[in-house]
């Protein structure tokens, strides 16, 4: 039987993470029971008190057991904690130093959504691939440079760390390690009892594109502006400089530290997120949409989709265009039937 520690933090953290990884692991425990076979999980919720209210003041969790009881574990579940990672290291030093004993003693360090920016505060994700919630990519990333962050992935493991990313797809790192502990048949059954879809492996269709601009360099401001007005056009990176009066190696420089992206993956991201809002809407072809971005060529502008969204251009049409996905030739069909 698996150990399993799900940390109550201080702070503003997500009881919704907190509660479906004890209803899920638990759930697994009664099918276990139901086919005759032993429980997999020892699942607890562990705090540094005995009550814990969550600083919005909206849930109150009561741990079963305080973290100076716990001397080891095998899993510790680490819910998303909201706000400045300074601050909830700072506010969570006792459960920090926890954390990093158990994994010190061979426990897997599992944490989901925003939680990965608490573990990379605590250095566990020092020299080490990881997902977070694709809205908070950029700060990540300015804030832990020493991590690899790979946004794009919904789960990531790294020598016994594992990350999600964002929101309700740490559902799919929880089916991923019961898969791990309890076998393949066991995270197929419950991946059916919570309608959590079994293979989906990224988060990158999900992502809306917002430049980084928390910054204070007014050129590079000038330089996303010029970008995001000017997507239906061809952009060169020396045409910007020259706009600018600025040295290219400087700019480029300048630029990626300033946004996270390179002015190419800059450009890239700016049309593939004015490609997809035009998807979304409307009735226009794929080919007219790449057009209307500034591409001229239906292979590359696939593979940039591709790599923005993990998906074709179609697929993403099909998945996100309710005209599409709901004719209206088929909706006035089924109404008249039902009225006839």
Request: with cysteine; aromatic share 12%; proline share 2%.
């Amino acid at each position: 039987m698996k150990h399993v520690s799900i940390l109550v933090p201080q702070g503003h953290f997500s009881v919704i993470n907190i509660e479906a990884s004890h209803q899920i692991l638990n759930w697994v425990n009664s099918y276990c029971r139901r086919i005759g076979q032993p429980p997999v999980f020892d699942v607890r919720l562990v705090g540094t008190e005995k009550a814990t209210t969550q600083s919005t003041g909206l849930f109150t969790v009561h741990p079963d057991v305080l973290l100076e009881n716990v001397k080891k574990t095998d899993v510790v579940f680490i819910p998303a904690i909201f706000g400045d990672a300074a601050y909830n290291k700072e506010i969570n030093q006792k459960a920090a130093k926890w954390v990093l004993e158990q994994y010190n003693s061979g426990a897997d360090i599992a944490s989901m959504c925003y939680g990965s920016f608490f573990l990379a505060s605590i250095g566990l994700l020092d020299g080490r691939s990881c997902s977070t919630h694709w809205e908070g990519a950029d700060r990540f990333q300015h804030q832990f440079p020493e991590a690899e962050l790979m946004d794009e992935r919904i789960v990531v493991e790294a020598n016994g760390v594992y990350t999600s990313g964002g929101a309700f797809s740490f559902t799919n790192l929880i089916i991923y390690l019961i898969e791990k502990y309890a076998g393949k048949e066991m995270a197929v059954a419950a991946s059916k009892a919570f309608m959590i879809d079994y293979d989906r492996s990224g988060q990158s269709q999900f992502r809306i594109f917002i430049g980084q601009k928390e910054h204070e360099d007014e050129q590079i401001l000038q330089a996303q502006e010029y970008i995001e007005s000017h997507f239906d056009k061809r952009i060169a990176v020396q045409d910007l400089c020259e706009e600018l009066g600025v040295g290219r190696r400087s700019f480029e420089r300048r630029f990626k530290y300033a946004t996270s992206n390179t002015v190419v993956e800059y450009i890239q991201r700016v049309k593939i997120e004015a490609a997809k809002k035009a998807l979304e809407t409307g009735r226009k072809t794929v080919n007219k949409v790449m057009y209307d971005v500034g591409y001229n060529d239906i292979k590359a502008f696939r593979n940039i989709f591709r790599k923005y969204t993990g998906i074709t251009p179609v697929e993403y049409r099909n998945n996100y265009n309710r005209q599409v996905a709901f004719p209206e030739d088929k909706i006035t069909s089924k109404h008249t039937s039902y009225y006839a």
